[in-house]
């Protein structure tokens, strides 16, 4: 199970200022660029891909429609994408496939996306169709974030994930089942077939993240060879 941390500047000067020591035991760095205007996203991108270079970076632009920060037509939206693909290429794109449907024919050419759902509200009963169309499409990684309002949905959600890798085994997921009663699908994904699990450092991105240091050591011990 690999871990992503995000990063999340305001500004440049925030990003020339992050300490990429923090960063070292995480294997993928997500950039929340919505944290930024839409304006100066490309300004700040090389502070990131520069302090980055030596990992996998995911670019995502977490609109307001998905719990980001940032307002945008699908249009701005796949503008910004654009152009940063264009220049820094990186190595995971985040898509938000219901949100901007009406353009994501224009990603088909795109081999790193990460197809994503966000719902902060609930885990909606259409949840296996959400699944089965995103799984169709079959991108780099599909991403599932939902809102659990019982246990049953926490289960839902993680054997919804079993039964998609088993009949997609190539296909990477990623789907977390946020707040804190979600929080077994952020530690047992791998169980299940979620390839990603993320982590806070100083700031959750969001709800029910588990610190980098505490997700180690449950790694470690979920890993260890307890044969003998």
Known sequence: MKIVAPVMPRNVEEAQAIDISKYEDVHLVE???????????????PAIFEKFAGKEIIFTLRTDKEGGNIALSDQEYVAV???????????????????????????????NLVLSYHNFEETPENLMEAFSEMTKLAPRVVKIAVMPESEQD?????????????LNPEQEFATIS???LGRLSRLAGDVVGSSWTFVSLDQASASGQVSLSDMKRIIEVLEADTSH
Do not use: C, Q
């Not at 985040?94 to 949100?99: R, V």
């Open 81 to 111: 994408i654009k152009e940063i693909n264009a220049i820094y290429n990186p190595d995971y794109i985040d898509f938000e496939y219901f949100s901007h449907k009406a353009v994501f024919h224009e990603m088909l050419d795109f081999p």
């Open 154 to 166: 926490v289960l839902d959600l993680m054997n919804y994930t079993r039964g998609f890798k088993t």
């Open 31 to 45: 950039w929340r660029a919505d944290y930024l205007p839409k304006e100066e996203i490309v300004s700040v991108a």
């Open 178 to 180: 946020m707040g804190k």
